[in-house]
């Protein structure tokens, strides 16, 4: 979920779990979202994205869920690794016009081996 | 393909000074849009360039100003920095704009 204030939400998983990250979005016209991920000292990373006339798209241990009724927006990693823990951002944004995305605050996932 | 870079990585400045941020963006990428990211206000989009005219630009001071060259290398500068400046500054790059954008690893700026 998103944060407030200094604090990021924070889901903390044993290595080999499944990892479940939400994000809340705000334009109900945002047609398209993207997720990232950043590992300290490191630029966000494309990890994958859904456009909104799908409500599922998996990639390589990732699957993105989107529920566009209540504006919500999932990450699963499946087999959760000490290598994933980073924060993750989704963003959103409106196809079809400048590329403008607006991101989450992000959430830190610490994964314990 | 080489990813997109920014230099330098890390920089110290004093109030009231000036400072200039350079992104080489991914081969063939035209767009280039630079982000602030703080730990209190997240990622905040600074501006977008795409074939060297600035196309979006967000809600930041005039202080805050960038360009972009003939071959999409794109600098940022900020004028009469302050305490509050100091943060993260990335650069990220795509096609056109209208595509998944790709970050660098941003510069860290320090202001004393």
């Known amino acids: 979920g998103e944060s407030v204030g200094l604090h990021l939400p924070t889901l903390s998983v044993q290595e080999g779990d499944n990892s479940i990250i939400n994000c809340a979005y705000s334009n109900s016209a945002s047609d398209y979202f993207i997720w990232y991920k950043q590992e300290s000292g490191k630029g966000p990373q494309f990890i994958i994205d859904i456009r909104s006339n799908m409500d599922k798209r998996q990639g390589q241990r990732v699957t993105v869920l989107l529920n566009k009724t209540v504006k919500h927006l999932s990450l699963q990693i499946a087999a959760t690794q000490p290598g994933d823990s980073a924060v993750y951002f989704c963003?959103?944004?409106?196809?079809?016009?400048?590329?403008?995305?607006?991101f989450g605050r992000g959430t830190s996932l610490i994964v314990h081996p | 393909k080489a990813g997109v870079t920014q230099t330098p990585r890390y920089l110290i400045k004093t109030r009231g000074q000036q400072v200039t941020l350079s992104c080489s963006p991914i081969s063939g990428h035209r767009s280039v849009s630079w982000y602030q990211q703080t730990p209190g206000q997240g990622l905040q989009f600074l501006f977008e360039?795409?074939?060297?005219?600035?196309?979006n630009k967000g809600n930041f001071p005039g202080r805050f100003s960038g360009r972009q060259f003939s071959n999409s290398r794109s600098e940022m500068n900020v004028s009469t920095l302050e305490l509050g400046d100091s943060a993260l500054y990335l650069c990220?790059?795509?096609?056109?704009?209208?595509?998944?954008?790709?970050f660098g690893p941003g510069t860290r700026l320090l202001v004393l």
């Open positions: 963003a959103e944004n409106i196809s079809g016009g400048s590329y403008i995305p607006t």
């Open positions: 990220a790059s795509s096609l056109d704009g209208r595509e998944t954008q790709y």
């Open positions: 360039y795409f074939s060297e005219t600035q196309r």
